[in-house]
């Protein structure tokens, strides 16, 4: 069975479907993560880490409805919001695998990489300009240039030993791209999409090796519940539509959070 065929079976999710699971998932995490932070500013909540359930309690004790927003800040970010990118990172494999041009698959990531900078930098910075955080669609670009250095490798190279070095070589050199310019998930987000490459030939291996990947994150490993139901088919075909919104919603959240 050709690979394009692999995971095609009746009934299921496709990938569009998957798409329009991260794109909500992703939408949530960050309306929480750009815009809720005004709403807690007015309560003057400002300490966004983990509270445990009684300090959750007193928090909501002593501000009331500033309280709830930050549950809600909480539960949007954290449990609903880590399911896109394992999403994602999946289906960059995927359409590694189908793609007819690598080059131009590359080509636009990269775009909407530099598209979505500015809106990114607004969104999560406030500026238009800002080094310091580099939006996703840069770590998918260093994990796209890594399976496709993997992939020339495994062609290439038969010896095990001299594989296994390219492997390496191509994994290291992503990671490190992804550190250096300070990429949204940076290494772990290179991590996770090498091992759905190297296991991209049995789904049950693959689903395992994403949720090993995802463990740092809790409830990020619960989105290979979504990938397991993926049919292999394609779906609509709304793919720019998909690429679009990531600095589209960033852009409206931002104007949003400035609003409230």
Known sequence: MNREN????????????????????????HLAAVVLPSLLARYEIFYFGDYSSGHMQELIAQTGVGGWI???????????????????????????GRTRSRLKY???????????????????????????????????????????????VERRICQPFLRLCGFAAA?????????????????????????????????REQIIAGCVAFLWEITAPFAFVFIGFYNGRRGWKLKYLFYAFYPVHLLVLYLLAKAV
């Open 6 to 29: 692999r995971f095609q079976r009746t009934g299921g999710i496709s990938g569009s479907t998957l798409k329009m699971i991260a794109v909500v998932t992703m939408l949530t995490d």
């Open 70 to 96: 930050y549950v809600l800040y909480q539960v949007m970010r954290r449990i609903f919001g880590r399911l896109a990118f394992p999403i994602y990172c999946f289906l960059l494999v995927e359409g590694f």
């Open 106 to 152: 590359a080509g636009r990531l990269f775009a909407f990489a530099l598209i979505s900078e500015i809106p990114f930098n607004l969104a999560f910075r406030g500026n238009v300009l800002d080094g310091s955080y580099q939006n996703i669609f840069f770590t998918l670009l260093f994990g796209f240039a890594m399976i496709w250095a993997m992939e020339e």
């Open 171 to 203: 994994f290291l050199g992503a990671a490190f791209a992804a550190e250096a310019f300070k990429c949204d998930y940076g290494a772990h987000g290179i991590i996770a999409i090498a091992l759905l490459y190297l296991f991209r030939k049995n789904k």
